[in-house]
């Protein structure tokens, strides 16, 4: 991956390797990032327990504008629900909060 396309540059030029900010981010690195984030959130880690989709989700809206593009990230939680079913098609176990 080209490294300006890395999910690591933050949409408010926090992120590292090159600080990029806003729209200076390739679109693929604003996708990717927010992919990488809910993995990471909803998957079991050696380090960290999953959370549920709902308590991930609320992480994810506490970093709009910060973290993530705030445009791409209100596209994605449009069709979280999607993400999900087709993660449960394909045998994860993500949880919904009960």
Not at 5 to 27: M, N, Q
Request: glycine share 8%; proline share 5%.
């Amino acid at each position: 991956m080209d490294s300006k396309k890395d999910p690591s540059e933050r949409w408010d030029g926090s992120g590292y390797l090159h600080s990029l900010a806003g729209e200076a981010i390739p679109v693929e690195g604003r996708i990717v990032a927010l992919a990488d984030v809910f993995d990471a959130l909803t998957s079991e880690r050696p380090y960290n327990p999953a959370f549920d989709v709902d308590h991930a989700v609320a992480l994810m809206r506490e970093e709009r504008g910060h973290h993530f593009d705030p445009q791409y990230l209100d596209l994605f939680l449009t069709v979280v629900d999607e993400v999900v079913g087709v993660w449960a098609r394909l045998g994860s176990d993500l949880q919904r909060s009960k």
